[in-house]
Nanobody, 116 residues
């Protein structure tokens, strides 16, 4: 099974930016949706943003206007540009993809820490 590898996490001050990347380590025949979830301290994992093969994009309200999801379809690489980061954005960010008729495949996660 193809695995996803996330990168780009780190420590940043409030108001700063990070760009997360998520790359597949092999060939994926078809993708319906790719996206990002996050696990913030004390909360359940929650969706952040996703993008469909048709180009439909959705964001959770907490990140609208600050985060931008994009995908290089040819390379099967997913990005999450995060601007104006706030301490409440701190957490582990997981990317995933869904192919037709399958359950989501998740990456291992990348830590994002935003200091006040």
């Amino acid at each position: 099974q193809v695995q996803l590898v996330e990168s780009g996490g780190g420590l940043v001050q409030a108001g700063g930016s990070l760009r997360l990347s998520c790359a597949a380590d092999g060939y994926i025949f078809r993708i319906n949706t790719m996206g990002w979830h996050r696990q913030t301290p004390g909360k359940e994992r929650e969706p952040v943003a996703d993008i469909s093969s048709a180009g439909t994009i959705r964001y959770t309200d907490a990140v609208k206007g600050r985060f931008t999801i994009s995908m290089d379809s040819a390379k099967k690489v997913l990005y999450l540009q995060m601007n104006n980061l706030q301490p409440e954005d701190t957490g582990v960010y997981y990317c995933y993809y869904v192919s037709p008729g399958t359950t989501p495949t998740w990456g291992q996660g990348t830590q994002v820490t935003v200091s006040a």
